[in-house]
C-alpha cells in the first residue's frame, strides 16, 4: 500500500514494488501541498502501475518539482554559469507566479504574464528573453519525460527589438560605440600603473571579451612578435573562478597588438618581476576540474596583477570601473550611464574597419563563428565617418 511522507514542507508518497529476483523497488513521487492529494495520488498511482499504466506524475506533477527535476538534468547540457542564470530567472522571476500550479494547468496566458511583469520592472531585454528561453526549456523538458504535450511558454510574445518597450529595456546595451572624449575620459581616470588600466587597453585596442581579458597568462604575451595568444577565458559560478575555451573555438586565437599597447604590457610584466618591488605576487593555481585557487594543483601566472596588493585582477573589479564610468562618485570629466565593458569590442571592431581592415581580419580578430556576426551586430558608424559623409555629400552635390 502506499505510504506518505513529508518533505521540505510538500507532501510525497511511496510506493514499494517487488520486482523478479524478490528484491524490493521503491518509486517516490510529490510535491503535494496536503497529506491527503499524496495519498490519494499514491493510490492511484499504486492502481495504475499494477495495472500498466502510465507514471501518475503526468497527471499531478507541479511546475516547482519539474523545474528541480530539470536543473537536475541540465549539468549534461549546459555550462555552469548557464545553470546559474536558469537557477535566478526561476528562483526570482518564474516560480513565484507558477510554483504551486499542475503543469497542466498552466496556460500561455500565465507564461505571458511572467515575462509581461518582468518588463514593467524594467529587467533588460537579454533578461526578459531569458524568463521565456527558461520556461521553454522546462517545459520541453516535461514533453520528452511524456508528462505534457504541448509547450505554453512556445507562443509566449517578447517585443520586438525595434520597438519602443524593447528599446527601453536595453539600458546597458553592449551594441554601441564609445565616444572619443568618453575613451579619453576613461584612460585619463585609469591611466598606466593603475590595475584596471590593462583590461581596459585590451578591450579597446584588442576587443578582447571580458573573459578573455582576465583569463591572459604571462606567457600569453608575446612581445617579439606583438601577439597576445587567447587560449582561454575565465568564468564563474558558485563554486569559484574557473577556466574553459575562448568562445567558438577550442584552439583559441591570436591578436596583433599596437607598438603602443606592447610597450605598456612590457613595462607592466617587468615591474612584476622586479626583484626591487616590494610586493611579492601571490601564487594561484589551477585545480584537476579546472578552478582556480590558491592551495595546490597547476600554477599559473596571470597577466593581470595588482602591483600594489600583489594579487590578481578579476572581473569583478570591473564593476568599480563600470559604477566610475556611469557617473557614481565620479570624477571623470564625460561619463556615460549605459557603458559597458562590451562597449569597447564594438568600438575596437567599428575603428578597425573605418580604418581599412578587412572584414575577415576583423572577423578572426573578434573571434566570430561567421562574418555575418561581425557585420550584422559589431559595425558601428563612427564619428569620423559621419563627418567624412557630410564632406561627400556636399563635394557631390556643390
Known amino acids: 500500500m502506499a505510504s506518505v511522507r513529508q518533505k521540505n514542507g510538500k507532501w510525497y508518497y511511496r ?24 495519498l490519494e495520488a499514491g493510490k492511484e498511482a499504486e492502481r495504475l502501475l499494477k495495472h500498466g499504466g502510465m507514471d501518475e506524475r503526468r497527471k499531478n506533477l507541479s511546475f516547482s518539482f519539474l523545474s528541480k527535476e530539470w536543473l537536475e538534468t541540465c549539468e549534461k547540457c ?25 503543469i497542466h494547468a498552466i496556460s500561455v496566458r500565465q507564461c505571458q504574464q511572467v515575462v509581461d511583469k518582468a518588463i514593467a520592472r524594467k529587467l ?9 528561453i527558461t520556461m521553454g526549456n522546462v517545459f520541453r523538458y516535461a514533453i520528452k519525460q511524456g508528462y505534457m504535450n504541448e509547450n505554453p511558454a512556445k507562443n509566449v510574445i517578447l517585443p520586438s527589438k525595434h520597438t519602443r518597450i524593447a528599446q527601453s529595456l536595453n539600458r546597458r546595451s553592449e551594441n554601441k560605440i564609445v565616444s572619443k ?30 573573459g578573455e581579458v582576465f583569463g591572459l597568462f604571462t606567457q600569453d604575451f608575446d612581445y617579439q612578435n606583438r ?41 607592466h610584466l617587468d615591474m612584476m618581476y622586479n626583484p626591487q618591488v616590494l610586493i611579492r605576487m601571490k601564487r594561484y593555481y589551477i ?16 597577466l593581470n596583477m595588482n602591483l600594489r596588493t600583489g594579487k590578481m585582477v578579476c572581473p569583478r573589479n570591473m564593476m568599480y570601473a563600470s559604477r566610475v564610468i556611469h557617473g557614481f562618485k565620479s570624477s571623470m570629466s564625460v561619463t556615460d550611464p549605459d557603458w559597458c565593458f562590451h562597449n569597447l569590442r564594438h568600438t575596437h571592431a567599428s575603428e578597425c574597419l573605418a580604418a581599412g581592415m578587412s572584414p575577415v581580419s576583423v572577423q578572426k580578430r573578434l573571434g566570430h563563428r561567421s562574418l555575418n556576426t561581425t557585420f550584422k551586430t559589431y559595425i558601428h558608424e563612427t564619428e569620423t565617418q559621419v563627418t567624412e559623409s557630410r564632406d561627400i555629400l556636399e563635394n557631390m552635390y556643390k
Open 181 to 210: 572624449e568618453l575613451i579619453e575620459a576613461i584612460f585619463e581616470r585609469f591611466p598606466e600603473g593603475n590595475s584596471l588600466h590593462i583590461p581596459l587597453l585590451l578591450g579597446y585596442k584588442a576587443g578582447l571579451r571580458l
Open 78 to 102: 549546459y555550462k555552469p554559469n548557464s545553470i546559474i542564470q536558469y537557477s535566478h530567472s526561476l528562483d526570482y522571476y518564474i516560480l513565484p507566479d507558477l510554483k504551486d500550479y499542475n
Open 287 to 302: 585545480n584537476q576540474n579546472g578552478y582556480l585557487n590558491e592551495e595546490g594543483g597547476i600554477e599559473i601566472s596571470f
Open 124 to 132: 533588460s531585454f537579454c533578461r526578459v528573453s531569458l524568463l521565456k
Open 227 to 267: 601577439v597576445l595568444h587567447i587560449r582561454r577565458q575565465i568564468q564563474y559560478d558558485e563554486n569559484g573562478l574557473y577556466f574553459t575555451n575562448p568562445k567558438y573555438s577550442e584552439k583559441g586565437r591570436d591578436v596583433s597588438l599596437d607598438l603602443e599597447t606592447c610597450n605598456v604590457l612590457k613595462r
Open 15 to 38: 510506493i514499494t514494488l517487488t520486482v523478479g529476483d524478490g528484491s524490493h523497488k521503491y518509486i517516490e513521487r510529490g510535491s503535494w501541498s496536503s497529506k491527503k492529494e499524496a
